[in-house]
């Protein structure tokens, strides 16, 4: 039975059928007996939680980088040679880079947990003949229940009656209004669940009326745990930048073990001790591997996400940053992403005329106009007349909650109360005039609703809304700014032409009339009562675009990123905002969820670049859009605010919720949370995507550089046979310690003006291209150049043995000819020197990394002023541990004096200067070129 439930298309059955099949009664329902029998059977109606990871599992989990595990071994062999304070500076950076990872997505799984919430707690069920209260977990499928305003639905159930039910689907389907329910039998067995009438679903709400229904699915089986099922299903792939750093964390290992045993090679044939030759080895491991690089770009990940919540952005996984900045496309829901979530009333037909309001959303501000002119007087007295007939046929209200103005019922008559708001009409005054007596309130068979009004004069007012061709039906007169006078076959003809011109822009419109009654009634009767009415006029409404989407989608289309809009909405409604925002250009196009279905997974994948707005989908749908555009390679965003946009929000490559109407399910499904709601905020997050990759690929330069110059300092020393310039924990602390500011500053650069006209790169794009890998190797070896002239300078200069090498006598006869021949020091003082010119060249050639094309100069020394502070506080660290006695020991250095600190900085500042030449004279060559 259970398989038979879950396929079951149970709107296209029968009530009686649907009884008989469950074998329950509308009458008594089930027994307690049976309802618990089926509750062992199907259990209980909740949705599945997956188990989650435990929090020490989450932190080994941030071992789990390649790039760690050469830094783990680093420190392993730095301990067996006895390095000790070389091995615990290591670890320590291991553990600091994991605390911080674990920190940031310890909340991350989380999305059946959320889910619960939607799910009422408890229940009214007809069993053994009696209502009863009972826990929602309890309910079987063939309990009838009983629903009414207010309520959440517990179970998807088959109606059995209905009294005017309307439910608050949004968050499911994604449709804005209520919808109307009935009992009546459907046909087409492949419905989308926001068509189907004659069902009631799991996690949604009635906003009117009231019915009973028999309960067909429970829990896991519901189209909310199908959902739920498909965010467990949604995997989640690696990031970009996750993937570059792996791919160049295992090049760097064949890199390093390359270095290492050509130099472990070159020391056997000069017939070093083995021991030394290991050391050497080392070092130049050492020196090769970025230790900072993991925490550079976590802590670099981090303060980019505060900064972005400065802009509304909540970001939740780290590495979502930086797949933002390369998103190629972004599929975003319309209702609450892309509109306001508040109907809107932006047209009224009366007198002849169709009149503009300006305004969106439930606040009561907006201007009428007459062909973009004030309405005069009598104009204004009609509009008003039409409005008021529109408040008192009305049975929501409109309420300000602190700042926010929010309605209280259905949210269609909502926007007449806030469109007669702006005319200085309120419901509660006019209502103290015109005290309701009864009313026949909407039923989706009539398409309309009554209310009987008492008068300050003797009569009673009958005031009525709908449909606009059922209104017709019912008027034989028409108000105009003349008075009443009887409904023509041309008047007729133009109230419907401005309702077909109204609905083919994807306003919904309703039609209003009134009639005074001169007879008291008492119980009033439909049919007597709605006859003879005079038409009043028409409203329009829908729910608007936010007003600053389309600049923003104007401005994704000029970074090269490509906007789809996917919605539960009618694809006419979905056309006309598509076509107001931007998305459908270029000859693009729309297509309902129907048309998707006829589509296989493949003609979808050909086909997703030619469609830009999908409207009636569900939540497979959307699950099947994203697949599709990453089948294409594309770096997929995903926004949405409702539950059905959940298992799609997972799925993208980044999920975006909103965080004022997003359900609580798709923020946890969320990468990043929307704080705002605002659209205009996820392109400032794509802008400060870009800015933060930029950043981090400015830092990895950097330390790249340095760590070339460290390479090739140890390579060409001991290809030389000269003694070591550098000792292993100096260049740890190189890399550590000094390299490490400035790699962070530089990772929150002030973001490139232009970076939003640059197209959307591609996340297959290479950290380090072949033109930037050329230029990390020529400025590694300027530093290197740097630190070896520094070190022979120094040393050599001083030293008294001469084993008679060509390149000894240069270094001994040629260079002192030329320098004067004073002597310095000794090797400790070379070494020292060299370490710290070594040191200080990287803080210059921080500067030179701010900007690859432009001079420091035209960007400006001054403005990344967190780089300044980096530098100075490195400096003053290295000047700390020169004179610091206690430093002497543990980093080999000896305190030096004013000369040596002018060759220290005569000889960094090498690489800037030729480096600023070098951007100097390119430019010059483009700019004569053009």
Same mark, same amino acid.
């Given at each position: 039975m259970a398989d038979k439930i879950d396929d079951t298309p149970w709107h296209t059955a029968q009530i009686d059928e649907v009884i008989r099949s469950l074998r329950t009664s509308t009458d008594t329902g089930l027994s307690h007996t049976e309802a618990e029998n089926r509750l062992k059977k199907y259990g209980q109606n909740q949705l599945e939680e997956r188990e989650g990871v435990s929090p020490f599992l989450l932190f080994l989990r941030q071992f789990n980088v390649f790039i760690v595990w050469i830094l783990i071994a680093a420190a392993v062999v730095s301990g067996f040679l006895g390095e000790w304070v070389d091995a615990l500076a290591i670890i320590a950076i291991v553990i600091i880079n994991a605390m911080i990872g674990f920190i940031q997505e310890y909340r991350a799984e989380k999305s059946l947990a959320a889910l619960q919430k939607l799910s009422a707690p408890f229940s009214k069920v007809m069993r053994n003949g009696e209502m009863h209260s009972i826990p929602s977990r309890d309910i079987v499928p063939g309990d009838i229940v009983l629903l009414e305003a207010g309520d959440y639905v517990p179970a998807d159930g088959r109606l059995c009656t209905s009294f005017n039910l309307r439910t608050q689907e949004a968050s499911l389907t994604g449709e804005s209004t209520p919808v109307g329910k009935s009992t009546e039998l459907l046909q087409n067995a492949s419905l989308p669940i926001g068509d189907r009438e004659n069902m009631v679903f799991m996690g949604t709400s009635v906003t009117s009326g009231k019915a009973t229904g028999v309960i067909v699915t429970t829990g896991m089986r519901t189209e909310l745990g199908k959902i739920a099922g498909l965010i467990q299903e949604a995997g989640k792939e690696e990031t970009p930048l996750q993937r570059k750093l792996e791919v160049f964390g295992k090049k760097l290992v064949y890199l390093c073990l390359g270095i290492v045993a050509i130099v472990f090679l070159l020391a056997m044939w000069r017939k070093d001790p083995l021991l030394e030759a290991f050391l050497i080895s080392v070092s130049l491991a050492v020196a090769a591997i970025p230790e900072g690089l993991p925490a550079i770009v976590t802590i670099a990940l981090a303060l980019g996400v505060q900064r972005m919540v400065k802009r509304h952005v909540l970001i939740r996984k780290l590495p979502s940053v930086e797949t933002l900045g390369c998103a190629t496309v972004i599929c975003s829901d319309k209702t609450g992403t892309l509109t306001q979530n508040e109907m809107t009333v932006r047209k009224i037909f009366t007198n002849g005329k169709t009149f503009d309001i300006s305004g969106t959303g439930y606040t009561p501000e907006g201007n009428f106009t007459f062909d973009n002119t004030p309405l005069p007087e009598s104009d204004q007295r009609v509009v008003k007349f039409v409005l008021g007939i529109g408040t008192l046929c009305n049975s929501a209200s409109l309420k300000k909650d602190d700042t926010m103005w929010k309605v209280i019922g259905d949210p269609t008559e909502g926007a007449i109360l806030s469109v007669a708001a702006k005319a200085g009409i309120w419901k509660e005054e006019l209502e103290k005039k015109f005290p309701l007596l009864s009313e026949i309130p909407f039923d989706s068979e009539r398409k309309k609703m009554s209310t009987i009004r008492n008068t300050p004069h003797a009569a009673q007012l009958v005031c009525e809304k709908g449909a606009p061709d059922v209104i017709l039906k019912d008027c034989t007169r028409i108000y105009s700014e003349n008075g009443i006078s009887n409904l023509t076959e041309n008047d007729i003809q133009a109230i419907l032409n401005e309702n077909n011109k109204m609905a083919s822009a994807a306003l919904r419109v309703l039609g209003v009339a009134f009639k005074p009654l001169d007879d008291e009634i008492i119980r009033p009767a439909p049919v007597p009562? #709605?006859? /003879?009415?005079?038409?009043?006029?028409? +409203?329009?409404?829908?729910? &608007?675009?936010?007003?600053?989407?389309?600049?923003?989608?104007?401005?994704?289309?000029?970074?090269?990123?490509?906007?789809?809009?996917?919605?539960?909405?009618?694809?006419?409604?979905?056309?006309?905002?598509?076509?107001?925002?931007?998305?459908?250009?270029?000859?693009?196009?729309?297509?309902?969820?129907? #048309?998707? /279905?006829?589509?296989?997974?493949?003609? +979808?994948?050909?086909?997703? &670049?030619?469609?830009?707005?999908?409207?009636?989908?569900?939540?497979?749908?959307?699950?099947?859009?994203?697949?599709?555009?990453?089948?294409?390679?594309?770096?997929?965003?995903?926004?949405?605010?409702?539950v059905n946009d959940a298992p799609a929000v997972k799925e993208a490559s980044i999920g975006v919720s909103m965080g004022i109407t997003g359900t609580d399910v798709t923020k946890e499904a969320s990468d990043m949370v929307i704080t705002d709601d605002n659209f205009a905020s996820i392109v400032a997050a794509v802008e400060e995507g870009r800015g933060i990759y930029d950043n981090i690929k400015k830092s990895i330069h950097y330390l790249l550089s340095c760590n070339a110059g460290e390479i090739l300092t140890m390579l060409f020393a001991s290809i030389c046979n000269l003694p070591l310039p550098l000792f292993p924990i100096q260049i740890l602390w190189i890399n550590i310690a000094t390299d490490g500011l400035p790699a962070l500053a530089l990772g929150v650069d002030t973001v490139d003006p232009d970076i939003m006209k640059r197209p959307a790169r591609r996340s297959t794009e290479q950290i380090i291209d072949k033109s930037l890998g050329t230029l990390v190797v020529f400025q590694g070896f300027l530093i290197a150049l740097s630190t070896l002239l520094a070190y022979l300078y120094v040393f050599y200069l001083t030293s008294s043995e001469n084993p008679g090498y060509l390149y000894y006598w240069f270094l001994n006869e040629l260079i002192p000819c030329c320098l004067g021949g004073e002597l310095f020091g000794d090797l400790e003082r070379a070494r020292t020197v060299a370490f710290c010119v070594m040191v200080v060249s990287q803080l210059f050639h921080s500067f030179n990394c701010r900007n690859a094309r432009r001079s420091l100069f035209e960007i400006g020394a001054f403005t990344n002023k967190k780089l300044l502070m980096a530098t100075a506080l490195s400096l003053t660290m290295q000047l700390a541990i020169i004179y610091i006695p206690h430093s002497k020991d543990v980093f080999k250095v000896v305190p030096l004096g004013l000369k040596d600190w002018i060759i220290v900085f005569g000889f960094s500042s090498l690489t800037f200067v030729i480096m600023e030449i070098f951007k100097y004279s390119k430019r010059e060559r483009s700019r004569i070129s053009n």
């Open positions: 009562m #709605e006859r /003879d009415m005079i038409f009043a006029g028409l +409203l329009a409404m829908i729910d &608007p675009p936010r007003p600053e989407v389309k600049d923003a989608v104007a401005t994704c289309h000029e970074a090269g990123i490509t906007t789809v809009m996917i919605t539960g909405d009618h694809k006419n409604t979905a056309k006309a905002i598509g076509e107001e925002l931007g998305f459908l250009r270029d000859n693009l196009k729309a297509v309902d969820g129907i #048309e998707l /279905d006829a589509l296989s997974d493949n003609d +979808l994948v050909k086909e997703v &670049p030619n469609i830009s707005v999908y409207a009636r989908v569900s939540a497979e749908h959307k699950l099947k859009i994203v697949k599709a555009w990453k089948k294409r390679g594309d770096v997929v965003a995903m926004t949405g605010d409702g």
